[in-house]
């Protein structure tokens, strides 16, 4: 009796398992159906985007499965996060979208594979930035720190080694990029600001902050320190250990007298500080000085005389990929430089990898507003079409050549790393 | 023979629940000690036997004497939060616990106003950051008021992103944690144990510290160890409340995740671990929970 019961039971379960699966492939296939007429392959190309929220808009996943039939889904971690999780699950995500800084742990890890730059179509139109470390007018720029031409290229398919001249081999297909400087509030400062070193100034005592990510962090301290004459660095992005102490022990005097009123750590909480005036200088991003401005608050981002700390990130994929989800890749890789989405990026005050292709769906005066440093004709829409600026303006810090030109330095990693994450620690117990 | 079978069923009916245990929370707990003796670069840990993350924690600690080091620094500034917290919640929470056991006599008001407490829940750690400033800030309200009255002229800075916002947040957040183990022992009380001290000549406050308090121990015990615990490990509320200015135990594992220095962390995490257990077990010390519950 309780035999019969049990595969009365069993059967049952079977009869409802196939039940549930008949009604999901009902619902794949319905879903099939009523989506774009390409999408009739036996698979749906779907690639898992890792990445932070920087880049990761819905418009741009949008516009990617009408132009190509691949549907993005969105991973968003933060930097470190992103990091954390190519090292420790490789096989949670196909594409990635990091920061060229973090390659220094990536690389070794084995977790990435580089993309071959003969299948990237637009390959060599990409700005000499990245390639040369140079603009497009030829001008040289800082070098500093983990600058993404010093790694930008395997020696081979599967090597661990940056090589210093060009392979095929190419570790991040850059994206995006941005120079970063500090923001302040004109409308209570009311006197100009030229140099890093103001971040020191006691005339903002209470009133000043930098961001709480130590190897960024410790970069825009290392800008102050130079602006302020105590030390000449030979490379910011890569400190020795004596350093690493003069830079901590200049910070943490600041610290005890007062200097900061907080370290922020995400964009939401360095857009608050600045919008409510409980800073009035600190280091800062660019969108989030946009946001603070969309409200209706006077906010700058300064361009100062020592130059810019530069960062920049681009595409590879998870060494578990294989077979089409890497042709996937590459194609939608190859869509990404084609232009639509480089204006999008343009337009957000990024700047896009691939200049020309970008140029060409940007209006004239878009082009002209963000990457010429001419006053606008009209006024300046974001993507999604609030108005950013109105006609006249013109953007902090001026042209492309005139901003990427002042690079000073890049993000890194540095050496020291652990030293340095020890002592920071120190910094934020003093 | 009864005994023994008496005993095996006992053990079968804890077994799902130590299973549980062991799984989430015995065998990670192993792996985090046998990891915090790892050795690591940059990118991979080494399972290689080393004390680094040990030795790197308590770097300078004999060198900077009389100074400080930042392991001990840091201890004493999250002791010293821990301890204000657990004083505050404490205080209060045996108030409320105190009020809801003896002075609301219906059961339905005792559950409405216990649900009240929880309100600070409600709100999440974004909330909460933006909140505080337009209350706290330099223009926030509390100045603007205090400037109005003409209390102050200079708005007050140490309102926020200070020791005060965070032991403010801490009790505004923790004190339901100590309001319902006490309101629980409170409740059991027999109310004849009291009417018969109040017969007996005893004042309200004799009542209270010879009667109520040793009788309602075991929840105090149970909400300070609740407290205690969180706040130990408490990262998040410290450092958006402390303007991340404020170094906390909790912090610097976070610091070492993020550099993927995970030996480091879980030597650190070892280490307040250890401290954590001294507290609690120094408190389970002082009253038996098993005898008294």
């Not at chain 1, 007429?37 to 190309?45: I, L, T």
């Not at chain 1, 179509?121 to 030829?138: A, H, M, R, S």
């Not at chain 2, 100045?143 to 002229?153: C, D, T, V």
Request: proline fraction near 4%; glycine fraction near 8%; hydrophobic fraction near 45%.
């Amino acid at each position: 009796m309780t035999d019969r019961l049990k595969t009365n039971k069993s059967i049952n379960r079977r009869v409802l398992l196939k039940g549930a699966a008949g009604a999901a492939g009902l619902a794949v296939g319905s879903g099939a159906i009523t989506g774009f007429p390409y999408v009739q392959s036996a698979e749906p190309k779907v690639l898992r985007y890792l990445g932070t929220a920087v880049n990761e808009g819905d418009d741009i996943s949008k516009k990617c499965l009408e132009d190509t039939g691949i549907k993005i889904e969105y991973i968003t971690a933060t930097t470190d996060d992103v990091t954390k999780r190519v090292i420790t699950q490789p096989n949670s995500f196909d594409v990635l979208d990091t920061e060229y800084f973090s390659l220094k742990k990536l690389v070794p890890s084995g977790n990435i594979f580089a993309l071959d730059s003969k299948k990237i179509k637009e390959f060599d139109n990409i700005t000499p930035v990245f390639t040369k470390g140079q603009l497009p007018n030829g001008k040289k720029i800082g070098a500093q720190g983990t600058a993404p031409w010093k790694v930008l290229y395997l020696e081979g398919e599967n090597s661990k080694k940056f090589s210093a001249t060009p392979t095929e081999f190419v570790t991040l297909i850059p994206t995006v990029y941005n120079a970063d400087t500090l923001g302040i509030r004109p409308d209570l400062i009311k006197r100009p600001i030229a140099s890093w070193s103001e971040l020191l100034n006691p005339e903002f005592k209470g009133k000043a902050a930098i961001l709480n990510i130590p190897s960024i962090g410790i970069m825009d301290a290392a800008m102050v320190v130079e602006a302020t004459g105590q030390h000449k660095y030979e490379d910011k992005g890569n400190m020795t250990r004596a350093e690493i102490d003069l830079t901590m022990k200049i910070m943490t005097e600041a610290k005890k007298a007062g200097q900061f009123r907080a370290f922020w750590k995400d964009f939401n909480e360095s857009v608050n500080l600045m919008a409510s005036g409980e800073t009035v200088i600190q280091s800062m991003w660019s969108p989030a000085v946009t946001k603070v401005r969309s409200m209706g608050i006077a906010c700058t981002f300064q361009p100062l005389k020592e130059g810019y700390r530069s960062w920049a990130s681009g595409f590879c994929v998870s060494k578990a990929v294989s077979g089409p989800k890497l042709d996937w890749a590459y194609e939608f890789v190859n869509w990404y430089l084609s232009g639509w989405a480089g204006a999008y990026l343009n337009r957000q005050g990024y700047y896009s990898a691939v200049l020309s292709t970008a140029k060409a769906n940007m209006s004239p005066d878009e082009w002209g507003y963000w990457m010429e440093g001419k006053p606008a004709v009209g006024d300046i829409k974001a993507p999604d079409g609030t108005t950013l600026e109105k006609a006249g303006a013109v953007r902090d810090g001026g042209s492309y050549d005139d901003r990427m030109g002042a690079v000073a330095c890049w993000n890194a990693v540095m050496d020291e790393n652990d030293y340095m994450v020890r002592k920071w620690n120190e910094f934020i117990a003093a | 023979m009864t005994e023994e079978r008496k005993s095996f069923i006992a053990w079968l009916q804890a077994a799902p629940m130590m299973l549980i245990f062991v799984l989430f929370f015995l065998l990670p707990l192993v792996f985090v000690i046998i990891v915090s003796a790892w050795d690591y670069n940059e990118y991979e840990m080494i399972p290689a036997f080393s004390l680094r993350g040990y030795s790197d924690t308590f770097e300078g600690c004999i060198a900077d004497l009389p100074d400080l080091c930042t392991i001990l620094k840091t201890y004493l500034k999250t002791l010293k939060l821990c301890l204000l917290t657990w004083s505050l919640t404490l205080l209060i929470g045996f108030t409320v616990a105190y009020f809801l056991a003896f002075h609301v006599r219906s059961k339905t008001w005792q559950i409405v106003l216990t649900l009240l407490c929880t309100i600070p829940f409600w709100t999440s750690n974004v909330i909460r950051m933006i909140a505080w400033i337009p209350l706290l800030g330099r223009n926030g309200l509390v100045n603007r008021g205090l400037e109005g009255a003409g209390l102050i002229k200079q708005p007050l800075e140490w309102l926020l992103f200070s020791e005060f916002s965070v032991v403010l947040a801490l009790v505004h957040l923790f004190t339901f944690f100590m309001v319902v183990p006490i309101f629980n022992s409170m409740i059991r009380i027999d109310k004849r144990l009291i009417e018969a001290a109040y017969d007996a000549g005893a004042t309200g406050f004799q009542t209270l510290v010879n009667v109520i308090i040793p009788l309602a121990k075991p929840g105090i015990v149970i909400g300070s160890i609740f407290v205690v615990t969180i706040v130990m490990g408490d990262f998040v509320t410290i450092g958006v409340m402390g303007g991340q200015q404020i170094a906390s135990a909790g912090k610097i594992i976070e610091a070492r995740l993020n550099a993927l220095q995970f030996p480091a962390a879980a030597a650190n995490a070892v280490i307040l671990l250890g401290i954590t257990i001294l507290i609690i077990s120094s408190l389970t010390r002082i009253v038996d929970i098993r005898k008294e519950l």
